[in-house]
């Protein structure tokens, strides 16, 4: 569906300084925030180096882009099975340094003149897939490393990494591939995993090892505890439907979105950077506002009408016309509204989740929401690519904006809409035979 910023109480302050002091959790929080730099401008160098020098089509464009997501609908059940049985803290270790050998090759195919289409579209899948370790491994990581009532504040710090992302990452991206070249703009993504390898490599408290006396057939039995333990519950059922309608069509958003910037409006990469970066300051007012909204409002009332306000906002893309005074600073709005209402949804719909899941399925079902919600976004690229060929940029961002608007529809519709202020309760989970269930740090 779904910042660095320090994080904030329900009271809206700052975080007690109990949180901060664990330096363990700082260390997952500065890797993190890095990781999440380096993966945001990887997501706009790319595209942008396809579309601006490579002179990539919408079709191609549609095609590089699902494959980078396509390790989310192939890997995501695994690896959540794989997360709970292993130490976080190496998963992420190892995906990072995965990452950072990824992009350095493309930084030298690059300067070689060799970084064509098909080596990106290699470069994009491997990266998707470490990704994909590293996301459901610092979401489980995070519930071994502080105190259930501390969730929401550690969250608004995780989260508030998404936001630093959102607002250095692509328009530091757009403007490195815009005024350098793209081997740089690799390789600045690359030294952000480097970054994020170091720091996480760091953290000292060690998690307990789960024993591995099962049959290999054991991995499925786990996937179907997690499978069956999210469909039972309406509130992860609803986060589920909900999540895959908005990544489905915010994928194919952003698919001929990339294209409108540039072709349409004519704007720069460093103007693109920019457009995506206001997300980002947005996002930073969604940490503050989750705080304190749900806690005056309710979980449900706020989840629907930050959901509806953020995706309905880029319904106004399609009106503007041309590189006119007005139109990069309209852009700026829409993306700050977008990343306001989203991040306000992400962390809020984090907390239900982190609430209701025991700590020994944390892995499986964020790895499950994972595969249901961004499971579509490479079917959301494609049809994105051929409505941008058959309709034309502008009827396909208004068709697939509008899609959007799904999300919240859902929502209203669930009893996740009547959610007060009160988060429910950890329900059990099954035992694992042969698992140790002790899954601290």
């Known amino acids: 569906m779904p910042s660095a910023s320090s994080a904030v109480s329900d009271s809206g302050r700052p975080v007690p300084s109990s949180l901060w002091r664990d330096s363990n959790f700082r260390r997952l929080w500065v890797g993190q925030t890095a990781s999440q730099l380096g993966e945001h401008t990887g997501l706009v160098v790319l595209p942008l180096f396809a579309v601006l020098t490579l002179?990539?089509?919408?079709?191609?464009l549609g095609v590089l882009r699902a494959?980078?997501?396509?390790?989310?609908?192939?890997?995501?059940l695994f690896v959540g099975a794989w997360v709970d049985r292993w130490r976080t803290r190496t998963v992420m270790v190892l995906t990072d340094a995965g990452r950072t050998l990824a992009l350095g090759a493309a930084a030298v195919a690059g300067l070689f003149g060799w970084l064509g289409l098909p080596a990106l579209f290699v470069i994009a899948f491997a990266i998707g897939a470490l990704s994909v370790f590293f996301d459901v491994a610092y979401q489980a990581s995070v519930v071994r490393l502080v105190q259930r009532d501390q969730l929401v504040r550690g969250n608004s710090a995780l989260e508030g990494s998404r936001s630093a992302a959102q607002i250095g990452g692509p328009a530091l991206g757009g403007a490195l591939v815009s005024l350098l070249s793209a081997p740089v703009a690799a390789a600045s993504s690359a030294l952000f995993f480097a970054l994020s390898f170091l720091s996480i490599r760091r953290i000292r408290r060690v998690e307990s090892t789960p024993e591995r006396l099962e049959r290999p057939s054991r991995v499925w039995r786990q996937i179907h505890e997690g499978l069956r333990f999210v469909v039972s519950d309406t509130a992860l059922r609803t986060v589920c439907l909900a999540s895959a309608a908005f990544q489905f069509f915010f994928a194919a958003v952003m698919t001929v979105y990339l294209l409108f910037l540039p072709r349409e409006l004519h704007l720069s990469g460093t103007a693109v950077g920019l457009a995506l970066a206001a997300a980002g300051p947005g996002a930073l007012l969604g940490s503050v506002l989750a705080a304190r909204l749900p806690n005056r409002f309710g979980y449900g009332p706020v989840l629907v009408a930050a959901?509806?306000?953020?995706?309905g906002v880029f319904l106004c893309v399609p009106a503007l016309r041309g590189s006119s005074a007005v139109t990069v600073p309209a852009l700026l709005a829409v993306s700050f509204v977008f990343g306001a209402g989203g991040q306000l949804v992400n962390v809020a719909v984090m907390a239900v989740r982190q609430t209701v899941t025991p700590d020994g399925m944390q892995g499986r079902v964020a790895a499950t929401i994972t595969f249901v919600g961004m499971g579509l976004s490479p079917l959301g690229s494609l049809l994105g690519g051929f409505l941008a060929e058959e309709w034309g940029l502008r009827t396909s961002l208004l068709a697939t904006a509008a899609g959007m608007l799904l999300s919240p529809v859902v929502m209203a519709l669930s009893p996740l809409a009547r959610l007060g202020r009160t988060l429910p309760a950890a329900r059990n989970a099954p035992l694992t035979a042969g698992r140790s269930d002790d899954n601290s740090w």
């Open 55 to 60: 002179n990539a089509g919408a079709g191609e």
């Open 67 to 76: 494959v980078g997501q396509a390790p989310l609908l192939l890997l995501s």
């Open 307 to 311: 959901a509806a306000l953020g995706d």
